[in-house]
């Protein structure tokens, strides 16, 4: 079996080296962390992060007599998280046949908020326009009906809002 020779690989000098901090990260390194600090915590107050309520839906197309397709969209949510939901307000949906990371979103506004829906969700009424182009310019075909996921966005707060509220409740 061979034997490895071990041997001493510096020298004094480079073994203080090695040892000594900086001696500008000393004098400086808290003041350098509090400044990168205080940065995070500004750029956390103006970055906008939404509140959004979730809902699942359908999508219908129906063919109308100028030989061209209207579509319905309808989002159930949940009675405790309705009461937030107002006409005009954003909408992002997600088609689940078309991956929205490749196809994009599609977006929309909340055109109507119906009632009780067999007691256990709210219809919500979302309107795109004429044609379902995603966010990525996409134009999804015209089928009878896709199912989607849908955010609505009830309101935009900081994220350093978002982080502090969490951590009171």
């Known amino acids: 079996m061979p034997e490895f020779e071990t041997r001493n690989m510096g020298d004094q000098e480079t073994d203080d080296f090695i040892k000594a901090p900086p001696r500008w990260l000393i004098r400086n390194g808290m003041i350098l962390m509090i400044i990168v600090f205080v940065i995070l915590i500004v750029g956390a107050y103006f970055m906008p992060y ?3 309520i979730e809902g699942k839906g359908i999508i219908r197309a129906y063919h109308s007599s100028d030989n061209t397709y209207n579509y319905s969209i309808q989002v159930d949510v949940l009675p405790a998280k309705a009461t937030s ?9 997600k088609v689940k046949e078309y991956p929205y990371q490749k196809y994009g979103l599609l977006t929309g506004t909340v055109s109507e908020i119906n009632n009780l829906h067999n007691d256990s969700a709210y219809t919500v ?3 795109t326009g004429k044609k379902l182009l995603t966010t990525k310019k996409f134009q999804i075909p015209d089928s009878p009906k896709y199912f989607i996921d849908a955010s609505i ?3 935009h707060r900081s994220l350093l809002d978002r982080l502090i509220s969490r951590h009171s409740d």
């Open 50 to 52: 939404p509140d959004t």
């Open 85 to 93: 939901i107002k006409k005009g307000q954003q909408c992002f949906i």
């Open 125 to 127: 009424s979302i309107s």
């Open 153 to 155: 966005v009830i309101r």
